[in-house]
């Protein structure tokens, strides 16, 4: 992977938050956490950009070297949309209970389509949430297939 390096470009950079803003910490650190899913997007770059580069000085790798490139930029795209998805699991979470963003990490196989999905209530039977929380998720759910309201 050390051969494609993520080019050197503003397209293809994660800006920083300013220094020169006075934020507060839970601000700096919820950028932090999209700053660093930005980052793991932009990794995937390198592979593609460096097949291109390739392409642009005609000297082509050899088929092996192009199928390699184009399987590590889709584990890094699989890598880096799975970070997403835990944050947005988190930040849905944050909103339901605040001391159950943790489970944001567990491994759902089954969810398919949904962001928790049906193995969730399972997993939040396991780590021990009250009912009162999952009914919470029941909500979240039904709000995730469209039959609830989002007021949660």
């Not at 899913?37 to 592979?47: D, H, K, R, S, W």
């Not at 584990?75 to 944050?94: F, H, K």
């Not at 943790?102 to 209530?121: I, V």
Request: proline share 5%.
């Amino acid at each position: 992977m050390d051969d494609w390096a993520t080019p050197e470009v503003d397209a293809f950079s994660a800006l920083k938050l300013d220094q020169q803003f006075k934020v507060k910490k839970f601000v700096q650190e919820r950028d932090k956490e999209m700053f660093n899913v930005q980052c793991a997007f932009l990794i995937a770059t390198g592979p593609l950009c460096g097949l291109r580069d390739c392409i642009k000085n005609d000297s082509a790798p050899p088929y092996e070297e192009i199928k390699v490139a184009f399987e590590q930029a889709l584990c890094l795209l699989g890598s880096a949309n799975a970070q997403l998805s835990i944050l947005r699991r988190q930040r849905v979470l944050a909103a339901i209970n605040c001391s159950r963003t943790n489970l944001a990490q567990l491994a759902l196989p089954n969810a398919k389509s949904w962001l928790f999905g049906d193995d969730f209530s399972h997993e939040v039977s396991h780590n021990r949430i009250s009912p009162d929380r999952q009914h919470d998720h029941h909500r979240l759910h039904q709000q995730q297939r469209g039959t609830c309201s989002p007021n949660l």
